[in-house]
């Protein structure tokens, strides 16, 4: 007999007072399932069988199973049903599957267990939706599983968090080397989208810094926002190699312009060692 509710509220109602599975005892029957094996684990199979003992759905489709000939339903036999019982099956232990899958009844406790197995778990690496659902299929049915997983992995605040990295991996943070004498070692920084200022004619907007890690002495080179890498070497070279021949390492700042375009022009000019703090120690 199919269950008729009054309204959404009434229903509501119904699958609260069905709730009979709790979280502790969904994790409990649970205990021992692993998505990456093939059989489902024994305690999880008893729970999902008795609860399909309570289910209006399970046990509606278990009695037609019964009442049919060969233990199969076909939709051509149950048109008036209105619904689809093509490919629900009893095994040998009385369960209801479909498809070769346990139908998994609706109790909540019992989803959610599967799903945190499925996607959270120590054998489950926070899978997409597509993997989740791949393995949960291979052994678990229930209606609006698909909806059900997407929205569990959706607003897991684990997956929410996860940035996959794009850039290389950083470096290693090894302390820089202790400088042995002035202007050996320096730092660079390019301070940018200054107010623009006047020497001449020549129109300013940026300052390259360069400090010696050693005597903490700093030069205050001007240049501009705009300038390219080519153009940013050739001055880093005129305004320290040239005065600073001792120039060993150079520690700067993740600017693009300092990084590998500034280098290679540099390395055209000098033999000095590329030495890039944190996120760009090479
Ligand atoms: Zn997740």
């Known amino acids: ?62 009695k ?7 233990g199969h339903l076909s939709q051509k036999g149950h048109v008036n049903q209105g619904a689809s019982r ?9 369960l209801l599957c479909y498809k070769g899958r346990a139908v998994v009844p609706a109790q909540k406790a019992l989803i959610q267990e599967l799903l945190y197995l499925y996607h959270d778990d120590q ?8 993997k989740t659902k791949e393995l949960l299929e291979r052994k ?12 569990y992995i959706t607003t897991c605040s684990v997956c929410q968090n996860i940035a996959i990295p794009r850039h290389k991996p950083y470096g290693k943070l090894e302390p820089l080397p202790v400088p042995l004498g002035p202007w050996q070692e320096v730092s660079l920084d390019f301070i940018t989208q200054l107010p623009k200022s006047y020497i001449g004619t020549a129109e300013y907007d940026a300052i390259l810094v360069v ?16 300038i390219a890498a080519p153009e940013f070497a050739a ?14 390492g150079i520690v700067s700042d993740q600017d693009t ?14 033999l000095i060692k590329q030495r890039l703090s944190t996120t760009f120690h090479l």
């Open 1 to 62: 007999m199919p269950i008729v509710e009054d309204s959404k509220a009434g229903h509501l109602l119904k699958l609260v007072r069905l709730q009979a599975v709790t979280r502790k005892g969904a994790k409990k029957a649970a205990q021992g399932e692993n998505p990456l094996v093939d059989k489902t684990a024994p305690g999880l199979l008893d729970q999902i069988l008795q609860s399909q003992g309570t289910d209006p759905l399970c046990t509606r489709l278990k």
């Open 64 to 70: 037609e199973l019964c009442t049919s000939q060969n």
């Open 86 to 94: 093509e490919g629900y099956t009893l095994n040998q232990q009385g």
């Open 123 to 130: 054998f489950a690496g926070h899978w997409g939706i597509n």
């Open 140 to 151: 678990f049915y229930w209606p609006g599983m698909d909806v059900d997983i997407r929205e």
């Open 211 to 226: 400090v010696d890690r050693y005597t903490k002495m700093a030069k205050f080179i001007p240049t501009t926002t705009n």
């Open 235 to 248: 001055l880093f070279h005129e305004n320290i190699e040239l005065k600073y021949s001792s120039l060993k």
């Open 257 to 270: 312009r300092i990084t590998s375009k500034f280098w290679a022009k540099v390395y055209t000019y000098s």
